[in-house]
C-alpha cells in the first residue's frame, strides 16, 4: 500500500458552488453548497495516478482546473 494522500480544491462563490472531483470520468468527490471539497486516499494505489479535474459550478457559472 502507498502513501496517505489529501488534496483539496474549491472555489469562492455566491452563491455557494458545487465542487466535484472527478479522476477519469469518476466523481471521487463531492462537495453541495461548500466552498471547498477535500479528496482523501488511505494509501494510494497505481491506479490513483493521473489526471484529476476540479470542478465547481453555480447558477451563474463554472469553472475548473486539472491537476495530477
Given at each position: 500500500?502507498?502513501?496517505?494522500?489529501?488534496?483539496?480544491?474549491?472555489?469562492?462563490?455566491?452563491p455557494?458552488?458545487?465542487?466535484?472531483?472527478a479522476?477519469?470520468?469518476?466523481?471521487?468527490?463531492?462537495?453541495?453548497?461548500?466552498?471547498?471539497?477535500?479528496?482523501?486516499?488511505?494509501?494510494?494505489?497505481?491506479?490513483?495516478?493521473?489526471?484529476?479535474?476540479?470542478?465547481?459550478?453555480?447558477?451563474?457559472?463554472?469553472?475548473?482546473?486539472?491537476?495530477?
Amino acid at each position: 500500500a502507498g502513501d496517505p494522500l489529501s488534496v483539496t480544491c474549491g472555489a469562492r462563490s455566491h452563491p455557494a458552488p458545487i465542487v466535484t472531483v472527478a479522476h477519469g470520468r469518476r466523481v471521487v468527490a463531492t462537495a453541495v453548497y461548500e466552498p471547498q471539497v477535500r479528496l482523501e486516499v488511505a494509501a494510494a494505489a497505481p491506479e490513483d495516478a493521473g489526471e484529476y479535474l476540479c470542478r465547481a459550478e453555480n447558477q451563474h457559472g463554472e469553472s475548473s482546473v486539472a491537476f495530477n
